[in-house]
């Protein structure tokens, strides 16, 4: 599977191209899998999967036009066999994760099984702030928010070698800048990268590159 990780979705004409290269083929063509498992945890939760499943959030993600979209609810599934989810995602082009609390989503990631469904797949993983956080080896302590434990380690999945810090310098985010984001990478021993929400990292196998029209540092 290919990533293609955003801080805000796909914002501008670069990140699309980007898309539509990865994909193969034209966007009305495509399946997608929605999951918006991430959103709940926060206060807004439930608008905010709202938003983004009826495309009206302002990160454009679900509503570029695909085929068809369908939705996975990721703590629905845990306890539904397999045999009767996964055929959809296996069979879909484009993965698309939205943002919320990294931790919980990659709880859920690890309880569902789709931590080990993922890389068997052969499309797109398109994934928005925590949705691209939940693929690195640690989001740092700095965005340690939902805690199944009292002890909850900033750990991910590890599925690419570098941590993200999103939405640099976002105006409805004044702790977002990058004095933040450089204390934010000290504590980390992997590459490391600020993007904003104008800024993408594409990963094609062992290839990494920053799809960008906006702000974006290499920290690590």
């Given at each position: 599977m290919d990533y293609l990780l955003t801080s805000g979705g796909?914002?501008?004409?670069?990140?699309?191209?980007?898309?539509?290269?990865?994909?193969?083929k034209p966007i009305e063509e495509c399946n997608a899998?929605?999951?918006?498992?991430?959103?709940?945890?926060?206060?807004?939760?439930?608008?905010?999967?709202?938003?983004?499943?009826?495309?009206?959030?302002?990160a454009p993600m679900v509503d570029l036009g695909w085929k068809s979209v369908g939705l996975l609810e990721l703590s629905a599934v845990s306890v539904i066999d397999p045999a009767i989810w996964q055929p959809a995602?296996?069979?879909?082009?484009?993965?698309?994760?939205?943002?919320?609390?990294p931790l919980f989503l990659h709880h859920w990631f690890v309880e569902s099984g789709f931590d080990r469904l993922l890389p068997q797949l052969t499309g797109v993983y398109v994934g928005m702030s925590a949705g691209s956080m939940v693929l690195t080896p640690r989001i740092g302590t700095d965005f340690?928010?939902?805690?199944?434990?009292?002890?909850?380690s900033d750990a991910t999945?590890?599925?690419?070698?570098?941590?993200?810090?999103?939405?640099?310098?976002?105006?409805?985010?004044?702790?977002?800048?990058?004095?933040?984001a450089k204390s934010w990478a000290e504590i980390l021993t992997n590459p490391a990268y600020?993007?904003?929400?104008?800024?993408?990292?594409r990963v094609i196998g062992?290839?990494?590159?920053?799809?960008?029209?906006?702000?974006?540092?290499?920290l690590r």
């Amino acid at each position: 599977m290919d990533y293609l990780l955003t801080s805000g979705g796909i914002q501008n004409p670069s990140i699309h191209n980007a898309l539509r290269e990865m994909l193969g083929k034209p966007i009305e063509e495509c399946n997608a899998i929605a999951i918006t498992t991430a959103s709940y945890a926060l206060g807004r939760g439930t608008a905010l999967a709202v938003n983004f499943i009826q495309g009206k959030d302002e990160a454009p993600m679900v509503d570029l036009g695909w085929k068809s979209v369908g939705l996975l609810e990721l703590s629905a599934v845990s306890v539904i066999d397999p045999a009767i989810w996964q055929p959809a995602v296996e069979q879909a082009d484009v993965i698309l994760v939205n943002g919320g609390d990294p931790l919980f989503l990659h709880h859920w990631f690890v309880e569902s099984g789709f931590d080990r469904l993922l890389p068997q797949l052969t499309g797109v993983y398109v994934g928005m702030s925590a949705g691209s956080m939940v693929l690195t080896p640690r989001i740092g302590t700095d965005f340690v928010g939902w805690k199944k434990t009292p002890e909850q380690s900033d750990a991910t999945l590890g599925l690419v070698d570098f941590s993200i810090f999103p939405h640099l310098e976002h105006p409805q985010l004044p702790d977002n800048h990058l004095q933040a984001a450089k204390s934010w990478a000290e504590i980390l021993t992997n590459p490391a990268y600020a993007i904003d929400d104008a800024t993408a990292i594409r990963v094609i196998g062992s290839n990494v590159d920053v799809i960008s029209e906006g702000t974006w540092v290499q920290l690590r």
